[in-house]
């Protein structure tokens, strides 16, 4: 899509339909920092390392899915963190309660799905601005996820198919990087083919416009807003499956590294303008560096530094970038 | 900054035969484009010189070098004789240049005197800014441009026409040498106009030299002494306004004559009735409206500001809520009142302000012009590409749309040519009526004929036209019969051959 908002280049070399030219900034990153980090480490390119960080991508990836839809209506979620450990513990707890997976998974997904829908109704109906309706959100369920439970919500029942979801592997692939992989494939031919996706661009570049064209502009941002509730669903089980419990502390900050991969990734804040693929680069990059300072043996505080550093920078190249195209 | 301009002329005497400005040879280069090639362009004291030329001409380069927005890259520029060299808008406003650009430069939140003083607060002993000195000096101010505007007021509170005062203020508070207006009428009312003109004409008085940059034909021929105009980057003429018709100019600015305006190909209109509204009212303008609109004809709406014409157009496609009343489309009612509806039944909105609810800027031409037809295109909720580009394409062609490529960003277009693009997509969608609301507003001489062929088009191939708008001639020249409106009523319908401009102001002032 990105390739077509930035064509004022008319040449479309082959492989130009993936890469915009603002991921090829990205590209660039990544590849100076494998490189980089592989000659300082050559433990880097080991087989379980490369796997450890597909794996994880996969939550951030998850959740950057549902939020690239969003960011490109021009509407963002930040209650997406505290929701990942609501949700964790509430199907933990449906999970102890019912013995059944799919009830727990179930309930997650109604529970990240109808926060979603909340939100969405929130912003399209009541008109509060989506910064502001979502970080009230998150206040609450922050809170709330105390009122339900002081402590973590331990496994009780061992569940083998639950304990697969965040620990298990197809092959040498562990499964919630093939969970990440299917809803990222999902979500961006939904908005590189079909019309639903032309109508998320449309209406994050001109609401106005849409609406005029008689297309029910309201509807498209409630979508995206309950995508994203659903996808946070998704990682939250995940995410307690790995942790063997629901744990009220987790997700938290979650939320800003989900959005600035997005951002990363060259998708506009203002909407209509974005891509999955970047946002894919962008989850790779903050996740690659935060692996490399765990094997370079840096201080893990690094971990928030370095990418905040990469924020500024890679959105700066992109400005140079785009004031050299533009006259 | 010393403030001696209560008493101008006292410090430096204005020699009538010094140009205020001077600017030779400038050369202004993008990437891949030629802005401004050799141009000329001299002000003397206490002239007004209109700057004219269609969009892309150099018009705004060149103001924004005078601004100091852009650097020249080639030419000299000369302060009353002394070359100068402007970097920034800083260097601009010391030299005594002052822009008044269409998008007002004030900080809304802060009062009207504050910002007459943004760059430098007069202090008193103690250093803390002497308030009671910026109000008094304010108030000086206006009394010397010959208006009133309270010092006090918060600047966002006061309509644009005010504001631009404030700027105006600005300029003299600056002693400014030079004042440039740009399209300062574009949103303005005809009083509004007329007092602009008055304070526009006292700056002269003080020796002010005057840019006034403009569209309109009849305000230039009205304010300027001289009129200077720009076509591609180059300089075309430099006249004195006298020595101008109409004709001479349209023909300098576009490059060639334009025989006709408002050519008309269509025939007779037919007498099927493709909308018919009746007693529409809405919560804040609109009052009982009712009138019916014809396959074929173009029925034009005029009035003066805010007699609702706008309203009207945004309430019978469904966008906006109304309170009582029916719409109707080739005999269907338009319920629920919302545009999905409208759309379904075939009547649509051509936008008075492309750039917020028409345009969506950063994307590609052909994904503007399929938006309301993204649906023909889709198999299994996928869009057919390929079908897609052809039928965009088509219209590319029909209507020589002016873009390097389909993928172009619809905002790099000229105003004319998104203007097409938005007519193309609802064509593409197929509409029974069409409501145009101020269908050149913003567009060049040259591209206004071409709109107006299209809206002559649409009518002969059977669309009801109901156009909205504020040109007289475009109302005279296009519509088949005329709707009056005034304060949100409609006055008067009546049929082109019985319709007078007397009647029709008469109808506009209620």
């Given at each position: 899509m990105s390739e077509l908002t930035h064509a004022s280049a008319p040449k479309r070399f082959i492989g130009g339909q993936l890469l915009g030219s603002s991921q090829l900034v990205l590209c660039i990153i990544l590849a100076v920092l494998c490189i980089a980090i592989s000659i300082a480490?050559?433990?880097?390119?080991s087989e379980a390392n490369i796997i450890a960080i597909l794996r994880q991508c996969a939550l951030v990836l998850i959740v950057a899915s549902g939020m690239t839809m969003l960011i490109i209506t021009a509407e963002v979620d930040l209650s997406v963190g505290a929701s990942l450990a609501f949700v964790g513990c509430i199907g933990m707890a449906v999970l102890n309660s019912t013995h059944s997976l799919a009830l727990g998974m179930l309930t997650a997904l109604a529970f990240a799905g109808g926060v979603g829908l909340f939100n969405g109704l929130v912003v399209t109906?009541?008109?509060?601005?989506s910064l502001i309706a979502t970080i009230g959100t998150m206040m609450m369920l922050q809170g709330g996820v105390y009122l339900f439970t002081r402590e973590a919500v331990q496994n009780?029942?061992?569940?083998a198919s639950f304990t697969d979801?965040?620990?298990?592997?197809v092959g040498p692939v562990p499964v919630p990087v093939i969970l990440a992989a299917l809803i990222f494939v999902v979500a961006y031919v939904t908005l590189r083919f079909t019309t639903l996706g032309r109508y998320l661009y449309a209406v994050g570049a001109n609401e106005k416009a849409v609406r005029l064209s008689g297309v029910r502009s309201e509807r498209l941002k409630l979508f995206a807003f309950v995508v994203t509730g659903l996808c946070v669903g998704v990682a939250g089980m995940i995410l307690s499956s790995l942790m063997n419990a629901g744990q009220?502390?987790?997700?938290?900050?979650f939320e800003l590294t989900v959005i600035a991969a997005v951002i990363l990734g060259?998708?506009?804040?203002?909407?209509?303008r974005g891509s999955l693929f970047g946002t894919l680069l962008g989850v790779l990059v903050l996740k690659v560096i935060d692996n490399g300072i765990i094997i370079l043996g840096w201080?893990?505080?690094l971990q928030m530094v370095v990418p905040g550093v990469v924020i500024i920078l890679a959105t700066y190249l992109d400005i140079i970038r785009n004031r050299a195209n533009v006259r | 900054m010393s403030v001696d301009f209560l008493h101008p002329g006292e410090g430096a005497a204005i020699?009538?035969?010094?140009?205020a400005l001077e600017l030779r040879g400038i050369d202004k280069r993008f990437p891949g484009v030629?802005?401004?090639?050799?141009v000329d362009f001299t002000l003397e004291p206490g002239k007004i010189h209109a700057l004219m030329g269609e969009n892309g001409a150099g018009k705004s380069t060149l103001i924004k070098i005078m601004a100091g927005v852009y650097g020249k890259d080639a030419g000299t520029i000369r302060m009353r004789g002394r070359e100068v060299d402007i970097k920034s808008p800083r260097d601009s406003l010391k030299e005594g240049i002052k822009v008044v650009f269409?998008?007002?430069?004030?900080?809304?939140?802060?009062?009207v005197a504050e910002n007459i003083f943004l760059e430098g607060y007069p202090t008193g002993k103690t250093g803390s800014i002497d308030w009671k000195k910026i109000r008094a000096d304010s108030a000086a101010l206006f009394n010397r441009i010959g208006f009133n505007v309270d010092?006090?007021?918060?600047?966002?509170?006061?309509?644009v026409s005010q504001q631009q005062m404030v700027e105006i203020a600005r300029a003299l508070a600056h002693e400014a040498r030079v004042v440039v207006m740009d399209?300062?009428?574009?949103?303005?009312t005809p009083n509004e106009v007329s007092l602009l003109f008055t304070v526009i004409r006292r700056l002269a008085s003080l020796g002010i030299a005057v840019v006034y940059v403009s569209h309109k034909l009849d305000e230039v021929f009205e304010i300027a002494d001289t009129v200077t105009v720009l076509r591609d980057g180059r300089h075309i003429s430099t006249k004195?306004?006298?020595?101008?018709?109409n004709d001479t100019l349209i023909q300098d600015m576009?490059?060639?004559?334009?025989?006709?305006l408002f050519p008309r190909q269509r025939g007779a209109a037919g007498s099927k009735i493709a909308l018919s509204v009746e007693k529409l009212s809405t919560a804040k303008k609109l009052d009982d409206v009712s009138f019916e609109a014809r396959a074929g004809e173009v029925l034009g709406f005029f009035g003066l500001m805010g007699a609702g014409r706008t309203e009207l157009a945004k309430a019978i496609v469904g966008y906006d809520p109304i309170t009582a009343g029916t719409i109707s489309v080739d005999g269907q009612r338009?319920?629920?009142?919302?545009t999905r509806t409208g759309v379904r039944l075939g009547i649509g909105l051509l936008t008075e302000d492309r750039k917020s609810e028409g345009l969506?800027?950063?994307?590609?031409v052909y994904q503007n012009a399929s938006l309301a037809s993204l649906g023909a295109f889709a198999r299994m909720g996928f869009v057919d590409t390929a079908k897609e580009h052809r039928a965009v394409q088509d219209y590319v062609d029909r209507f020589r749309?002016?873009?390097?490529?389909?993928?172009?960003?619809?905002?790099?277009?000229?105003g004319g040519n998104q203007q097409k693009v938005l007519i193309s997509r609802w064509l593409m969608r197929g509409l029974k009526v069409i409501v145009v609301d101020e269908?050149?507003?913003?567009?060049?001489v040259g591209a206004k004929s071409e709109i107006f062929a299209l809206i002559d088009r649409l009518a002969g191939e059977g669309l009801a036209v109901v156009m909205m708008t504020s040109e007289m001639p475009e109302l005279l020249g296009l519509a088949d019969r005329i709707a009056v409106m005034c304060e949100g009523r409609l006055t008067a319908i009546m049929s082109r051959d019985e319709a007078t401009q007397e009647k029709i102001l008469n109808a506009a002032i209620g």
């Open positions: 480490a050559p433990q880097f390119y109906r009541l008109r509060v601005n009780h029942n061992q569940l979801l965040g620990a298990g592997y009220p502390t987790a997700g938290r900050g060259g998708t506009s804040l203002l909407g209509g201080n893990q505080d | 020699e009538k035969d010094v140009p030629v802005a401004l090639d050799n269409q998008e007002i430069a004030l900080i809304s939140e802060f009062t010092p006090a007021a918060r600047t966002g509170s006061l309509p399209e300062p009428t574009s949103s303005l004195p306004v006298g020595e101008h018709t576009i490059g060639r004559r334009i025989d006709n338009l319920t629920p009142h919302d969506m800027g950063e994307l590609p749309i002016k873009t390097p490529s389909l993928f172009q960003q619809v905002k790099n277009l000229s269908p050149t507003r913003g567009i060049d």
